[in-house]
């Protein structure tokens, strides 16, 4: 999966571009950036890949709660 993929997920989910920088010790254009395709320091795909995992798993856990 690439970042900007991971980032287009974290974004449905409903996560700001300056939530994730925060969450990345990013700025937002950076993130910016990385969401159109710019590549990213291997540090930085790393800490949003670690985001994307761990907001994804918890998306689906609270789906799996609400049936």
């Known amino acids: ?15 700001s571009q300056a939530e994730i920088a925060e969450l990345c010790d990013s700025t937002q254009p950076t993130i910016s950036r990385a969401a159109n395709g710019a590549m990213v320091r291997y540090e930085l795909g790393k800490a949003i890949e670690e985001i994307y995992l761990k907001k994804t798993k918890n998306h689906e856990a609270r789906q799996l709660l609400a049936q």
């Open 1 to 15: 999966m690439t970042v900007k993929s991971m980032l287009a997920s974290l974004f449905q989910l409903g996560l």
